[in-house]
RNA sequence: GGCCCCAUCGUCUAGCCAGGUCCAGGACACCAGGUUUUCAUCCUGGUAACGCGGGUUCAAAUCCCGCUGGGGUCACCA
């Protein structure tokens, strides 16, 4: 494919602002991205808030702030400042970006195509029409519009549009259109499957077929790539694209994500997971303020009830259970790199097709990868599963490939928006420090936290566990105790508390002792963490450093000994 | 239910369009072993799939048909 200067490509992004970014909805976006970049194009960023009763401000912002976290830039649409550097514009003169702005062009092609005759009032009311596609399905057949305010004489119609509530129906072809995608191929559907649908609502919004044909005409997106789930709706754009002289982008209808089990990844996948937690504890009655336990009850008994998601997520925290990530925001709280779920989102459905130097196939790739290869033929057309194991190795991997500074960066990052109090515990550059222990035992930036617990107990609230202190000082004559005493009078005149000045220390040690590291590495492992699990020695008390340490020890030894006795 | 889309290891997939090089390759998970003072990391090896039935062909995971299964869609939501 090749691209002249006047003709770029442009791709979009279209959410409407109804709630967070679903990740699927991420992946869209970043395969939108990724196809404009690659084709040296543009991507646009436009906000469908044409429904009024369900839109709102916070949601725009929250959708653009998780696209940017991403990494996903958009070179059009609602401009955004997100850590120093500008999103969108409007270089292009093409906007405005939100359709509620944009009322007059699509009223503008509505009212040309009732003119042309390619549309037409109706004014049967929507409790009327309910009652027809009841009908319908107690009949067991498809519903269509049966076009009947066609039969009202063209002048009555117009005189009656200055006095009744209307919506306006476009006249849908009566031939085969045939959808060419670059992702399945040739689609054709019937005639028959379709019937004059609205494309002006009674409030004068237009709806979400004739605002996107209008504004992606307008705005010059060559390329929609998208959900499948718009795949029937296709048709319904040519056909209006065609009776508004406008040309016709190339489709792509990608596959959908599922949950493991099959369903659909919802917000309501939450609900479901606290309903369970909270039936397996037992939960009898509300454990939230703010929440009632009538309110509780009900919600706990019926399947579809939903609750605030501030309110689930206390919930979760009284439960002592994760929620399953549904939106970009969950998994950024949940501490994934922006990296690794696009890496893993990207190859959801796309494969790059190329091999490892090794032989391997190639799986992990960064932005600039993907903006530099993505193509639609590397789609796949089957749906598949959103697989949290592999997406959680992804960022394993991605957090453990970091340079211990920016791993503190992002960690501390994370934690001054999530975990406040180790923000506060430690700064950037503690965490450079803490790094090397943190980052191989880390899936999430999540889990750092748990591997440092030790250092966040104090000396004198150390639990020791029971099996570790007798294994590590207990069993074989005190050996181990013995030896812990001994490095403990060492230690109290050494001060480089350093990590690797602790390794030879404790080496050095085990040397003139004439045992192996283990004899005197995990008696002092349990004297600090309390348990036989713990990062390197040397780091582990490199963390605590020297008071913390030898208080510890003197603790331990005094429990043992009352142990061992 | 009508229409439309889809179908390879447990999961994501390569191979399919241009049939033979595929007793089907990779990744995650899992199992076993190794490295490591513990844990984690890391290394080595292993288990594991062409949904079923018909064709076409010397030859089918690959082409055709049917079945089954999964999904989407049938709004004055997008």
Known sequence: MTNSAPNPTITRFAPSPTGHLHIGGARTALLCWAFAKKNNGRFLLRIEDTDQQRSSESSTRGILEDLAWLGIQWDDGPELDYHGSTFGGDSRSVGPYYQAQRIDHYNEAINRLIEEDKAYPAFETPEELEEKRKEAIEAKVGYKYDRAALDIPREQRMERMKAEDYVVRFKMPDEAITVHDEILGEVTIKPDEFDDFIIRKRDGFPTYHLAVTVDDAMMGVTHVLRGQEHLINTPRHVALQSALGYPHPVYGHMPLIFNPDGSKMSKRDKD?????????????????????????????????????????????????????????????????????????????????????????????????????????????????????????????????????????????????????????????????????????????????????????????????????????????????????????????????FSASSIEAKVSSFAESKEVGMGKIAQPLRVAVTGSGVSPSLGQTLAILGKDSVLNRIDRCIEHASAEAL
């Not at 500074?405 to 965490?431: G, I, N, V």
């Not at 104090?458 to 004559?477: M, R």
Request: without cysteine.
């Open 272 to 496: 479901k997971a606290a309903k369970k937690a909270s039936k397996d504890a037992g939960l009898s009655s509300s454990p939230i303020e703010g929440l009632s336990d009538a309110d509780f009850a009900e919600w706990l008994k019926n399947k579809t009830r939903q609750l605030e998601s501030s309110t689930l997520m206390q919930l979760a925290e009284h439960l002592q259970i994760n929620l399953p990530e549904i939106d970009v925001e969950d998994f950024r709280r949940a501490g994934y790199l922006p990296s690794a779920l696009n890496n893993y989102l990207a190859l959801l459905g796309w494969n790059p097709k190329t091999k490892n130097e090794d032989g391997t196939d190639l799986e992990r790739f960064d932005m600039d990868y993907l903006a530099s290869h993505f193509a639609m033929s590397g789609m796949g057309k089957g749906q598949s599963k959103f697989d949290r194991v592999k997406l959680l190795s992804f960022n394993a991997d991605a957090i453990a490939a970091l340079s211990d500074e920016d791993f503190a960066k992002h960690w501390h990052q994370w934690a001054t928006t999530y975990d406040p109090s180790l923000a506060s515990r430690f700064s950037e550059s503690d965490m450079v420090e803490l790094a090397p222990a943190v980052k191989t035992r880390s899936k999430t930036l999540a889990d750092g936290k748990g591997v440092i617990g030790f250092a966040f107990i104090d000396d004198d609230a150390i639990e020791f566990d029971g099996k570790a202190v007798h294994k590590a000082l207990i069993k074989g004559d005190h050996k181990g105790l013995e030896l812990l005493k001994a490095f403990r009078y060492e230690l109290s005149t050494f001060d480089d």
